[in-house]
T-cell receptor, first 115, second 113 residues
């Protein structure tokens, strides 16, 4: 089974703190993603990475950065947390196979509250 | 990606089969049908996907009509833990870093004892 593991399930941080969200996948997937999910807004992509040390901005990258030093690990960094970054954060990974498409697998989610 | 239409909610008795329909009349030839579900407060869980043939795995079966304009997800023996919102999505079969994943409102399946 594909396993995408997010390090923290629930976090409470103060405004201005630097926050690290860690994600590890165990299936040697090339692509990794960070989304946030908010009521009424659906899934929104923050950043994705298609290879080690490679990253691309998604739809809402402002206020976030990412790091991918190893293939299995993708970290999301909130440089200075703000209350509007309170959300559920979802890490995901995917691989492409010619006869099977491009399936995205998600982690359990990290609920971040910024106070 | 093509748009999908699902009923907002369905009920099913525990132990019975749950059949969740999805219309995707504008699907194109290079798009797969994917199903995910999301249990409250958890990340979306991949269930199954298919192109034009029926598919089955340990979780569910996917029946795609011959014209590919609709599909049905079948949970053969629903349990209380299958209560969740189920999303039907069509996505391009292209490779690379295709990240587009638009979840609509989905179907809230409630499995009753």
């Amino acid at each position: 089974d594909v396993k995408v593991t997010q390090s923290s399930r629930y976090l409470v941080k103060r405004t201005g703190e630097k926050v690290f969200l860690e994600c590890v996948q165990d299936m040697d997937h090339e692509n990794m993603f960070w989304y946030r999910q908010d009521p009424g807004l659906g899934l929104r992509l923050i950043y994705f990475s298609y290879d080690v040390k490679m990253k691309e901005k998604g739809d809402i990258p402002e206020g976030y950065s990412v790091s991918r030093e190893k293939k299995e690990r993708f970290s999301l960094i909130l440089e200075s947390a703000s209350t509007n970054q309170t959300s559920m954060y979802l890490c995901a990974s995917s691989f492409y196979r010619q006869n099977s498409g491009n399936t995205i697998y998600f982690g359990e989610g990290s609920w971040l509250t910024v106070v | 990606d093509a748009k999908t239409t699902q009923p907002p909610s369905m009920d099913c008795a525990e132990g019975r089969a749950a059949n969740l329909p999805c219309n995707h009349s504008t699907i194109s030839g290079n798009e797969y049908v994917y199903w995910y579900r999301q249990i409250h407060s958890q990340g979306p869980q991949y269930i199954i996907h298919g192109l034009k043939n029926n598919e089955t795995n340990e979780m569910a079966s996917l029946i795609i009509t011959e014209d590919r304009k609709s599909s049905t997800l079948i949970l053969p023996h629903a349990t209380l833990r299958d209560t969740a919102v189920y999303y039907c999505i069509v996505r391009s079969r292209s490779g690379g870093s295709n990240y587009k994943l638009t979840f609509g409102k989905g179907t809230l399946l409630t499995v009753n004892p």
